[in-house]
């Protein structure tokens, strides 16, 4: 909680030291406004440098919105701008502000361009905003942009005028217009919104750059300020415009590819989540229907006597219809065979068996179909039926077996389970989950001179969510670590496999405990689901010296035990890890004297309960127990402890993993 704080005092301060230039350029703005233009203009000189303050504060701003809410306050920002350069004339004091909304149309702009944030995009805006801040100054130091005449080589000719300045603006302005990736995000109808934007953008951005033109004499720098913001903002929504228009040809073959894809995702989820072959069947009709657009989606299972029947139906109810003999699916390959793959009928004949059907008025034109089959058995048939012909393109036949595909496992993991091996399947998977698991985890205590190290973990199922780890590093010393992942078994097996690679990938990575605890959490929040989260701490040590570093990313503090028995909590840090992004971590300091330890725990210790029933054994029994223990090795406090949890424990079995780990400074002599 304390790195949330942290994180909002930030954007605080950022926001305070934006609005402080801001301020100051209006008031320096206005006072250059009211005066007459001396060589040099100081008031002009510096409102262009407090904006360039105030825009690159602004600039490092977390962009929290997302993409709809930017472009509706970029549309906002481009009528205001418009509204107020109306009313501005060679001396209107209402030439700051309209400079003012410009600049900040112009960061807005830029949360566009740099949705996909590269190093690239970045300096070709940025190039962008100094050139119109560096061209803004010229007239406040008595020069000005000269207009070159270019002659086309006749004599009646008239020559060409080229001004270099409003052509860099043009060019810069294209180029980032170009790298606008965030139209990829919109949809069809978020790219059609957005073109009728672009246009009344492009028509409000007219009115500002020709009402801001008799300014430029007015106000020579603010005028060309504020002139310049507009024209790269007119050139820029003209640019987007045409990026839009570009890719609306392919948008609704995008939204088809994104609606395939989730409904790939969700069987794919059936597939894990359902055991039931009534829920795998009516999920797989619907999302079948969902994936292909189609009017009516249904599934057939064979019934292994030669013939078959409609398990579930999506769009129109077939379930009441018994079809006789081998079903759709035999009538089907008696007169279109499909060895492998798909099949799709453009147009069906009327000798269809569902045409004259008075299932809710079913009439056919296309169909779609696919066998189910897996293991080498054929299982049944999935259908999509439109009532329009030519209603299934070809180029969807490979989604469409892929979608298959996964609805054929789903329905054998059914039979699987329901034979009982697929139980033997899971246990023989989950003694090797749980040796390859043990592997991950130290196999002995490495030798550093100068400490004592200890560590065992006791997984409660076949496979467990704790985690520890003892690493020597190149440039931190010894790197001590324990995890709990919420939950048991597989998945939070799975997720600690996560935690234990990612951190061995960040370990030689620069950074504090603090740090490292970041960037491990950036990765974990876009890895774990939404119920999981990690409890986490982290520590490096000098063998040396005994100074450490660490940070407890929600974890149980581990105890620090001086010699003389005194007893510490370790708990500076942070928020768990895989839940909020942007969480912020501190680390704590320390450092271990001659005898004294670091014991790191799980939950599962201090929650063993008295003969499986009572009270917990708690952190005070856990910190007396190695207290007592001072003097000994670190292999024996660890002994010592489990016996003393296991006697607590009585008969009863482990309920929770249990992984402790010790880590001490060994005396001299």
């Known amino acids: 909680m304390k790195g949330i704080a ?80 109306a009313g501005t004339g060679p001396s209107s004091l209402l030439l700051p502000p309209a400079a003012a909304v410009l600049l900040v149309s112009l960061l807005l702009q830029g949360s566009l361009v740099l949705t996909e944030r590269g190093p690239l995009t970045l300096r070709a805006f940025r190039l962008l905003v100094i050139t119109i801040l560096l061209g803004s100054a010229v007239p406040a130091v008595g020069l000005s942009f000269r207009t070159v005449s270019i002659p086309l080589g006749g004599m009646s000719a008239d020559p060409v005028e080229f001004d270099p300045y409003i052509s860099l603006l043009t060019l810069l302005a294209i180029l980032n217009g170009f790298r606008a990736r965030w139209v990829h995000y919109l949809d ?49 929504a003209v640019v987007g415009l045409i990026v839009l228009l570009l890719s609306l040809p392919s948008a609704r073959l995008v939204d088809r590819r994104a609606r395939e894809l989730r409904s790939l995702q969700e069987m794919g989820s059936v597939l894990l989540e359902s055991t039931q072959l009534p829920e795998i069947c009516s999920r797989a009709a619907k999302l079948c229907r969902k994936l292909t657009g189609a009017d009516t989606a249904w599934v057939e299972i064979d019934d292994g006597n030669g013939s078959s029947h409609i398990a579930a139906s999506s769009g129109t109810n077939l379930l009441g219809e018994g079809i006789p003999g081998t079903g759709l699916s035999g009538w089907l390959e008696a007169r279109y065979p499909m060895a492998a793959g798909s099949a799709i009928l453009s147009s069906v004949p009327r000798s269809f068996p569902l045409e004259n059907s008075s299932a809710g008025g079913l009439r056919i034109g296309s169909l779609a179909a696919a066998p189910l089959a897996a293991g080498g058995s054929r299982m049944g048939m999935l259908f999509a039926a439109r009532a329009a012909r030519f209603g299934f393109l070809d180029e969807s036949k490979p989604v469409f077996e892929a979608f298959a595909a996964q609805v054929s496992a789903a329905i054998r993991n059914s039979h699987l389970l329901k034979a009982g091996i697929e139980r033997e399947r899971i246990m023989e998977e989950l003694a090797l989950a749980r040796s390859i698991q043990q592997g991950l985890l130290p196999q002995a205590p490495p030798a550093v001179e100068g400490l004592d190290l200890a560590g065992v973990n006791y997984a409660s199922t076949e496979v467990g969510g704790d985690y520890f780890d003892l690493l020597c590093t190149s440039s931190k010393g010894l790197a001590f670590a324990i995890a709990d992942v919420a939950g ?105 004297g001659e005898g004294d330890l670091v014991l790191l725990y799980t939950d599962g210790v201090t929650e063993t309960l008295l003969d499986g029933t009572g009270p917990e054994f708690g952190r005070d029994r856990v910190a007396r127990c190695v207290a007592e223990s001072i003097g000994l090795p670190a292999s024996e406090v660890l002994s010592r402890l489990l016996r003393r949890v296991e006697d607590y424990r009585g008969d009863a079995g482990q309920h929770d993993d249990l992984t402790l780990v010790v880590v001490r400074k060994r005396p001299e002599g």
Not at 29 to 53: C, E, K, M, Q, T
Not at 56 to 81: K, M, N, W, Y
């Open 488 to 592: 048991k078994g597989a998945p939070a097996a799975l997720l600690m496999a996560a935690v234990q690679a990612g951190l061995h990938s960040l370990l030689d990575t620069p950074g504090t405990p603090a740090d490292i605890a970041k960037r491990l959490n950036r990765f974990l929040c876009g890895k774990s689901p939404g119920d999981k989260f990690v409890t986490f701490f982290l520590g490096f040590i000098d063998p040396g010296t005994g100074a450490f570093a660490y940070c407890n990313a929600g974890h149980d503090p581990p105890l620090l035990v001086r010699s003389g028995g005194e007893v510490e909590e370790l708990s500076e840090g942070g928020l768990v890890l895989g839940v909020l992004e942007e969480a912020e971590y501190e680390s704590g300091y320390g450092r271990l």
């Open 188 to 236: 069809l109808k978020g790219k059609v919104i957005c073109i009728a934007g672009c246009i009344i953008a492009v028509n409000l951005l007219q009115i500002a750059t020709r009402s801001l033109s008799p300014a430029m004499e007015g106000s020579p720098v603010l005028g060309t300020l504020a002139h310049s913001c507009a024209y790269s903002l007119q050139v820029g």
């Open 6 to 85: 942290r994180a909002e005092f930030l954007k605080r301060s950022i926001g305070a030291r934006t609005a402080v230039p801001a301020c100051g350029f209006l008031i320096a703005g206005l006072v250059s406004v009211a005066l007459p233009h001396p060589v040099p203009d100081l008031a002009g000189i510096l409102a262009i440098a407090l904006a360039a303050l105030a825009y690159f504060t602004a600039e490092s701003l977390p962009r929290e919105f997302s993409l709809a809410p930017r472009l509706i306050a970029l549309l906002i920002s481009t009528g205001l701008a418009a509204l107020i350069s």
